[in-house]
């Protein structure tokens, strides 16, 4: 006996995980929209794409960080993910959002949206009061750290 099937016998159906073709659909069509993905090519996104201008990002930005931080939240950012809301890295990680946050490092976060760029940088400026620069790959490279 496979685990799938133990696993189905014993709880139902596996969570995130398809069982048929027809589940699939049915499992897809009942995801909230902010948890589906787009997929472009080998590509994927999360939902809702689009790539912010300067402003608002400097916008959010301000709302959390203090002034003199702002324009290296937009730099890590614009390096992290192009500005790209629906930025997703899942190459060796699990990297989310405007500052590529990772579920792999911090799993308690899974819950929530981090493609929704004001969630990305609630969580981001918690991680940035605790860590300072340091978890960001591109504040490495843009010598912040």
């Known amino acids: 006996m496979t685990n799938r099937v133990k696993w189905r ?5 596996i969570p995130g995980q398809a069982n048929t073709d027809r589940e699939a659909k049915m499992n897809q069509d ?5 948890l ?4 472009t090519g080998a590509k994927r996104y999360g939902p809702d794409q689009r790539v912010l201008q ?4 400097m916008g959010l930005a301000a709302i959390y960080w203090p002034e003199v931080e702002v324009i290296r939240v937009l730099r890590v950012s614009r390096c992290e993910s192009g500005l790209n809301t629906g930025a997703w890295n899942e190459v ?3 990297s989310r959002g405007l500052l590529q946050l990772n ?12 493609f929704d760029p004001q969630i990305n940088f609630w969580f981001g400026y918690h991680l940035w009061l605790a860590e300072g620069w ?3 790959t591109c504040a ?3 010598g912040f750290v």
């Open 9 to 13: 016998e014993r709880y139902g159906d």
């Open 30 to 34: 009942h995801q909230p929209t902010w």
């Open 36 to 39: 589906r993905s787009v997929v």
């Open 54 to 57: 300067d402003f608002e990002v």
């Open 92 to 94: 060796g990680e699990d």
């Open 103 to 114: 579920l792999l490092a911090h799993p308690q976060w899974a819950r929530w949206n981090l």
């Open 134 to 136: 340091r978890p960001w």
């Open 140 to 142: 490495h490279t843009l």
